[in-house]
């Protein structure tokens, strides 16, 4: 038992970022973050989440149009 892998479920994944579950679904369909459907439920590797851990929050800022055609 050296080697095992701690899977998590989203709900877990969600408690450890910071993040809703949700966020947590939005990151997988973007494919941002690995995870494995067993089921219904989506598991997640522990050592996963150190690539969505350092994300920027918020939205992105808008892009202004300087010459927008009337």
Do not use: C
């Amino acid at each position: 038992m050296g080697n095992e892998e701690k899977l998590l479920s989203v709900r877990e994944a969600a408690e450890k970022l910071g993040v809703n579950r949700q966020r947590v679904q939005q990151f997988i369909e973007a494919e941002r973050l690995p995870a494995q459907k067993v089921g219904a439920y989506y598991v997640i590797r522990e050592s996963d989440l150190e690539l969505v851990r350092e994300r920027k929050t918020g939205r992105p800022p808008k892009i202004k149009e300087d010459n927008k055609l009337k």
